[in-house]
């Protein structure tokens, strides 16, 4: 079936540093999702994405995140500065419709050091 | 409450065994998802349900929106079957149980 292809798969990174995680979505679908893992723990929603914009975030999305989706490309999340804290699996999803059947990524192994 | 309460946290069985997970929500939900999450971290979708039953080789979910559940349901468990099982539902927002760790033996 369709599916999400995250790049790059593993990430290590010195903290303060910037990184830029990449998504490339079902080529129909319109919504675009960001989730955050750390080790052991539940997945935690970051923030929704549709026609260029935020459509809602979670107090997981510290200001130093940003995303975006230039010119229909991969729909990416960016880290700067980066903070121990921010090691964790990255999750990108999209559908086709607001919240409903999620395309999931395989993730984004995220490390800072 | 949490949205969503998964049980059992943790479940081990032998191969060939039968068994299910469990999701109960605190309001109306309008969809479930279910994904396994395998060794590697990488998330699988095993079923999308608006309301219902669906099933797909030794694997079957319900979805009942009225009674704010919904179940997974594994039979025949093989070796692979072996992850973190994770049920996330839609109320304008999507919300993850806390998963089930399941551990199939030989």
């Known amino acids: 079936g369709p599916k999400v292809l995250q790049i790059p798969s593993h990430q290590i990174i010195d903290m303060g540093q910037m990184v830029t995680l990449n998504c490339d979505p079902v080529?129909?679908?319109?919504?675009f999702y960001w989730y955050k893992q750390i080790l052991g723990q539940q997945m935690e929603f970051l923030v929704n994405?549709?026609?260029?914009?935020?459509?809602?975030k979670s107090k997981l999305f510290k200001d130093q995140f940003s995303v975006e989706r230039p010119d229909g490309s991969y729909f990416t999340l960016k880290i700067q500065p980066t903070a121990l804290e921010d090691s964790a699996v990255y999750f990108c999803?999209?559908?086709?419709?607001?919240?409903?059947?999620?395309?999931f990524g395989s993730g984004t192994r995220l490390l800072v050091i | 409450g949490m949205p969503v309460e998964q049980n059992p946290p943790a479940l081990s069985l032998y191969e060939g065994a039968d068994s299910g997970l469990r999701c109960n929500f605190s309001t109306t939900m309008k969809s479930v998802q279910w994904f396994q999450q395998n060794h590697r971290g990488r998330l699988i979708t095993l079923f999308y349900l608006a309301q219902g039953t669906k099933e797909n080789g030794r694997l079957k979910s319900t979805f009942n929106s009225k009674e704010r559940y919904s179940t997974l349901h594994i039979k025949d468990a093989q070796l692979e079957d072996s992850g973190t099982y994770f049920c996330?539902?839609?109320?304008?927002?999507?919300?993850f149980g806390d998963g089930t760790q399941l551990v199939v033996k030989p």
């Open positions: 994405f549709y026609n260029g914009k935020v459509m809602e």
């Open positions: 080529s129909n679908h319109l919504y």
């Open positions: 996330a539902a839609d109320n304008n927002r999507i919300f």
């Open positions: 999803a999209s559908s086709l419709q607001e919240n409903s059947d999620y395309t």
